[in-house]
């Protein structure tokens, strides 16, 4: 019992602690404000060595730069969206983690919700089969009643009409 | 009774077409055999970003945005302490000797072991600029070493390869452009 309290603890504690930072002290501004600015404008941008982490968890030489680019540019007075703007104008938009809506873009914002309405397509179809399916079967006409009286009578032959 | 549902077929085709896309990209290929992780660059028919480097420590004249409009011409961004640069550097030998002007960008190197490099491999370069911070290359769009960009006469950007040049690269993409842009 006391084994399982002490390593829930340690759970807890680890849940605690902060993730390991690719930030160096050094890199940081000494303004609390810009540095948080810092840290949310290097959390959107990617860093294309990596390609799938943002450039505030990597801990390559060009995503260094480029967070270092990023509080340069903020401390000369530059908002947000033109240190962005700075970063896309020599990256591209592939360096933007939430990338625009464009027209090149357009299959990857509407791809999710094509492929939800081509799912509902497809369980109205199933169950409008389904319902098709169980329904009372139409009663025979008079000309089965007459070939299936034929085959009970069992004489074997086939009274095609 | 044999009949295979639709029910059924959708799933799995939906599945299948899935974990081909994946496995595909797990190896890095896209169609066309070309790497999915290499990215179009953002500065295409763009003019060269403005940029004035100073040469590698006494060594010539540096390198600066001006000199690269008037002629076709190569921008190659290298380093001494990058293999692939290693690889590729015969070709630009080459292409050096069949009369392309090359510029060079030297990235984030020492001076010394620079111009060993060149001192061993020969240097194919009409003149080079020392980046040692990084940042003209940033300006660039840079984010794997090495990488060339074809400028056209009015000093546009054309084309960037990333990565080595490989013979098939030079035969198929670079001297055809090359040629089209009437070099």
């Keep these: ?161 | 009774m044999t009949r295979v549902r639709p029910a059924f077929v959708f799933p799995v085709a939906i599945f299948l077409a899935l974990a081909a896309v994946f496995g595909i990209y797990l190896y890095q290929v896209g169609i066309g055999g070309k790497t999915v992780a290499e990215l179009p660059s953002a500065l295409i028919d763009r003019p060269v970003p403005d940029f004035s480097l100073p040469p590698i420590e006494g060594d010539g004249v540096g390198l600066a945005s001006t000199q690269l409009t008037g002629q076709v011409s190569l921008v190659n961004v290298w380093a001494s302490w990058c293999p692939p640069c290693r690889q590729e550097h015969p070709l630009l030998m080459r292409l050096a000797r069949e009369g392309v002007p090359i510029y060079g960008i030297n990235y984030k190197d020492k001076p010394d072991a620079a111009k060993a490099f060149l001192a061993e491999l020969g240097n194919p370069f009409a003149a080079i600029g020392a980046d040692r911070t990084g940042r003209v290359a940033i300006d660039w769009g840079v984010y794997g070493y090495p990488e060339t960009f074809v400028v056209d006469r009015t000093g546009r950007i054309r084309y960037r390869h990333v990565g080595p040049i490989m013979p098939h690269d030079l035969k198929t993409r670079i001297q055809p452009l090359l040629r089209e842009l009437g070099r």
Excluded at chain 1, 16 to 21: C, G, I, Q, R
Excluded at chain 1, 41 to 50: D, T, W
Excluded at chain 1, 73 to 80: I, N, Q
Excluded at chain 1, 113 to 129: D, E, K, M, T, Y
Aim: aromatic share 6%.
């Design chain 1, 1 to 161: 019992m006391k084994r399982v309290a002490a390593r829930l603890v340690t759970m807890f504690m680890l849940l605690l602690s902060a993730p390991a930072l690719a930030v160096e002290p050094g890199e940081m501004l000494a303004d609390p404000a810009l540095e948080a600015r810092a840290r949310a404008i290097s959390a959107e941008l990617r860093c294309l060595v990596c390609q799938n982490q943002s450039i505030d968890d990597s801990n390559a030489d060009l995503a260094r730069d480029l967070r270092l680019l990023v509080r340069e540019r903020l401390k000369e007075g530059d908002s947000d969206q033109q240190v962005v703007a700075f970063v896309v104008a020599r990256y591209g938009d592939f360096v933007l983690l939430d990338p625009p809506f464009k027209a090149t873009t357009a299959l990857l914002w509407g791809g999710p919700a094509l492929v939800f309405a081509a799912g509902l397509v497809g369980i109205a179809v199933w169950f409008r089969r389904r319902r098709a399916e169980g329904s009372e079967p139409a009663p025979l006409s008079a000309d089965e009643e007459r070939r299936l009286q034929a085959l009970l009578d069992g004489d074997g032959s086939n009274p095609r009409p």
